[in-house]
């Protein structure tokens, strides 16, 4: 079983910066994505960002420039991924989820945490 722990949600000013972080702990694999997605009031859910167990990236069009994330795969039991956000805007307030998935399409997903971004 796979769980995982997020962090670092909040309260900011738009034009501000906020890092989110994911603990990963349990049975891992070590080929895995992990990722962040995020869901708006009366949206779906979307993706924001994803990192391979390769370093391999990918970003929303709506978020490139502005975020970036990384992984620490120092520990085999243990990956923490990081969403380094900057230059936020009111439109990137939302509830964030991390995500593990892997190949086979096992996902698993975090509580989520609030970002709420004042314009």
């Known amino acids: 079983q796979v769980q995982l722990v997020e962090s670092g949600g909040g309260l900011v000013q738009a034009g501000g910066s906020l890092r989110l972080s994911c603990a990963a702990s349990?049975?891992?694999?070590?080929?895995?994505?992990m990722g962040w997605y995020r869901q708006a009031p009366g949206k779906q859910r979307e993706l924001v960002a994803h990192i391979t167990s390769r370093d391999s990236t990918n970003y929303a069009d709506s978020v490139k420039g502005r975020f970036t994330i990384s992984r620490d795969n120092a520990n085999n039991a243990k990956d923490t991924v990081y969403l380094q956000m900057n230059s936020l805007k009111p439109e990137d307030t939302a509830v964030y989820y991390c995500?593990?998935?892997?190949?086979?399409?096992?996902?698993?997903w975090g509580q989520g945490t609030q970002v709420t971004v004042s314009s």
């Open positions: 349990g049975s891992i694999f070590s080929i895995n994505t």
């Open positions: 995500n593990l998935e892997y190949p086979g399409g096992r996902r698993y």
